[in-house]
Antibody
């Protein structure tokens, strides 16, 4: 089965670091762009950035550049989203998404189940 | 960054009726537009890409149209499972891909 499976919910304190993961299976993970999307409580989704695991080519949304780090390990078909110092405003659900059937970068047809990150002081 | 807008904010429709949702880009994005459906507690689901191409498994009652700056998602006969929030998203000029604010389709 083609799927993306994300790591479980996280509860952290402000200033702590965090890395969440997204593991692909059932397809050639290295050959498809994979992205991260933030959805704050009650709000719409926002693209944070994308990575091509085969080359580790990474592109960030200007709003998230310098705030997070996106990486991938193609040997284990896993993408990561990392923070060095969390803020309360990072509280959100984070989705990873890829595209395995649509031929155009930007139309993401495969989504993870989401990881809830809660940051409190 | 390309700003996307959607209207209406909420659309109240009776089951079996047609729903028409609008999406506008502040500048031309050709046909580089996708539509997603999101239900509570679920990830977004791709419905349409290329402004009018249905993604795999999407029922034929969903159709998309438009190009340039004006786009429409139509649902020909609303089923109970179609009540959700719908987002348009451009991928013409990135980073970043940008979503619209969404249209909530609820039961009249």
């Amino acid at each position: 089965e083609v799927q993306l499976v994300q790591s479980g919910p996280e509860v952290k304190k402000t200033g702590e670091s965090l890395r969440i993961s997204c593991k692909g299976s059932g397809y050639n993970f290295a050959n498809y762009w994979i992205g991260w999307v933030r959805q704050m409580p009650g709000k719409g989704p926002e693209w944070m950035g994308v990575i091509y695991p085969g080359y580790s080519d990474t592109r960030y949304s200007p709003s998230f550049q310098g705030q997070v780090t996106i990486s991938a390990d193609k040997s284990i078909s896993t993408a990561y989203l990392q923070w060095s110092s969390l803020k309360a405003s990072d509280t959100a659900i984070y989705y990873c998404a890829s595209q395995v059937e649509t031929p155009i970068l930007g139309a993401f047809d495969l989504w993870g189940q989401g990881t809830m990150v809660t940051v409190s002081s | 960054e390309i700003v996307m807008t959607q209207s209406p904010v909420t659309l109240s429709v009776s089951p079996g009726e047609r729903a028409t949702l609008s999406c506008r880009a502040r500048q031309s994005i050709d046909n580089n537009l996708a539509w997603y459906q999101q239900k509570p507690g679920q990830a977004p689901r791709l419905l349409i890409y290329g402004a009018s191409i249905r993604a795999t498994g999407v029922p034929a009652r969903f159709s998309g149209s438009g190009s340039g700056t004006q786009f429409t998602l139509s649902i020909s006969s609303l089923q109970s499972e179609d009540f959700a929030v719908y987002y348009c998203q451009q991928y013409h000029d990135w980073p970043p891909f940008t979503f619209g604010p969404g249209t909530k389709v609820d039961i009249k």
